[in-house]
Nanobody, 130 residues
Framework: EGLLVESGGGTVQAGESLTLACVAS????????IGWFRQAPGKERDGVASISSSDGNTYYADSVKGRFTISIDYNKNTVYLQMSNLKPEDTAVYYC???????????????????????WGRGAHVTVSS
């Protein structure tokens, strides 16, 4: 059975950088849309960024464009989320998810529920202090 595990979370100061990793086991990223989501306490879950493993297309939420970069390492079966110039409002639990045949844009904008994905990780905490 497949599994996604996030790592790399932590506490940083505003303006600093952090990179999250999402490692897949039990399956490979062939023709998947892999997305990063975040949920702050008391707030709804938001799509952050997504990448297609078949063609490398990416999509970003407006709130992170220019600051976050999503990438995939096929050899390591890992998707990364590089976050720079972090802001206190980026504080949240970050989750990765994978959907076979998914579309990155729809992943970020429309599909935010766990049941809509084949795999969903347990999350990584990111705290940005001012």
């Amino acid at each position: 059975e497949g599994l996604l595990v996030e790592s790399g979370g932590g506490t940083v100061q505003a303006g600093e950088s952090l990179t999250l990793a999402c490692v897949a086991s039990g399956f490979t990223f062939d023709d998947y849309a892999i997305g990063w989501f975040r949920q702050a306490p008391g707030k709804e879950r938001d799509g952050v960024a997504s990448i297609s493993s078949s063609d490398g297309n990416t999509y970003y939420a407006d709130s992170v464009k220019g600051r976050f970069t999503i990438s995939i390492d096929y050899n390591k079966n890992t998707v990364y989320l590089q976050m720079s110039n972090l802001k206190p409002e980026d504080t949240a639990v970050y989750y990765c998810a994978a959907l076979l045949g998914g579309d990155p844009k729809r992943t970020v904008l429309e599909r935010k529920q766990t049941y809509q994905y084949d795999y969903w990780g347990r999350g990584a905490h990111v705290t940005v202090s001012s």
